[in-house]
C-alpha cells in the first residue's frame, strides 16, 4: 500500500500563489510518475500536471506558464507551484502517483477569489 499525504491548499486571491505538496509513503520501491488532478463543482476530473520519474513533464494548456511541478525522487515527494491564479482554478486538487497502479490522496482545497 502506498499512502499520499498532500498540503498546502487555501484561499487566495486572483492573481496569487499557492504551493502543492504531496508526499508519498508506504510499500514503494519505485514512482514511474506523479502529479495532479483537479475537480472543480459539477465538473470531470482533469488533469493538471504530471512528472515522470526522469523529470519530464506534462501540463494541461490552462496552466501551461503559470504552474511549475517539480519531485523529489529520495524524498517521494512532488510539488506544484502555482501562479498567477486564476478564479477558475478554483477546485479540490488531488495528488497520484503511479507505483504498481494509480495512488491518489485525500485532495485539497483551492479557492481563488475574484
Known amino acids: 500500500q502506498v499512502q499520499l499525504v498532500e498540503s498546502g491548499g487555501g484561499l487566495v486571491q486572483a492573481g496569487g500563489s499557492l504551493r502543492l505538496s504531496c508526499a508519498a509513503s508506504?510499500?514503494?520501491?519505485?514512482?514511474?510518475?506523479m502529479g495532479w488532478y483537479r475537480q472543480a463543482p459539477g465538473k470531470q476530473r482533469e488533469l493538471v500536471a504530471t512528472?515522470?520519474?526522469?523529470?519530464?513533464?506534462n501540463y494541461a494548456d490552462s496552466v501551461k506558464g503559470r504552474f511549475t511541478i517539480s519531485r523529489d525522487n529520495a524524498k517521494n515527494t512532488v510539488v506544484l507551484q502555482m501562479t498567477s491564479l486564476k478564479p477558475e482554478d478554483t477546485a479540490v486538487y488531488y495528488c497520484?502517483?503511479?507505483?504498481?497502479?494509480?495512488?491518489w490522496g485525500q485532495g485539497t482545497q483551492v479557492t481563488v477569489s475574484s
Open positions: 512528472i515522470t520519474s526522469g523529470s519530464g513533464t
Open positions: 497520484y502517483s503511479l507505483v504498481s497502479r494509480v495512488y
Open positions: 508506504g510499500r514503494i520501491f519505485s514512482i514511474d510518475a
